[in-house]
């Protein structure tokens, strides 16, 4: 077996009251996914659990806090052409409080409906496979309240 890098990241799909979806635009120092846009998230601390991770990734990129217990939506396989191997949860929560961008981390942010997020052209390639995989039973639920 070749010498691979194990490594886990944890990423949240945020949304606010009025169920929108955030997505980050990543600065120049993520040239793999240069001009699309992704969720926030990273690489794990060795020695802090999971949901450290998601909260410390969540207020570090974007100055949001987590307002409620995340729901894990998927664990996801990447495998990079430099021998890592990289185990991805994604999680769903509502965010509190107002964007306030790491601009080393990303250069952009935007808030868009369930619709709008899974029509977009530019996602990162490994969050659209989320968005594709989420069951439309859930899928109903993240739409806004009709009047």
């Known amino acids: 077996?070749?010498?691979i890098s194990l490594q886990v990241g944890v990423k949240a799909l945020l949304y606010n009251t009025s169920r929108q979806f955030l997505l980050i635009k990543r600065s120049a120092k993520y040239s793999s996914i240069v001009d699309q846009w992704d969720i926030p998230g990273g690489r794990m601390e060795p020695g802090t659990n999971l949901?450290?991770?998601l909260v410390r990734e969540t207020s570090d990129e974007t100055g949001l806090t987590i307002a409620?217990?995340?729901i894990l939506l998927a664990a996801q396989d990447i495998f990079t052409k430099d021998n890592q191997h990289i185990v991805c949860l994604t999680y769903l929560s509502r965010a509190k409080g107002v964007v306030t961008l790491n601009t080393?981390?990303?250069i952009d942010y935007k808030w868009c409906s369930w619709t709008e997020l899974t029509r977009h052209k530019t996602l990162d390639p490994y969050f659209r496979e989320i968005i594709r995989q989420v069951p439309l039973p859930l899928q109903k639920l993240l739409q806004?309240?009709?009047?």
């Open 1 to 3: 077996m070749p010498n």
């Open 51 to 53: 949901l450290t991770n």
């Open 68 to 70: 409620y217990q995340p």
């Open 104 to 106: 080393d981390e990303a």
């Open 144 to 147: 806004p309240e009709r009047a």
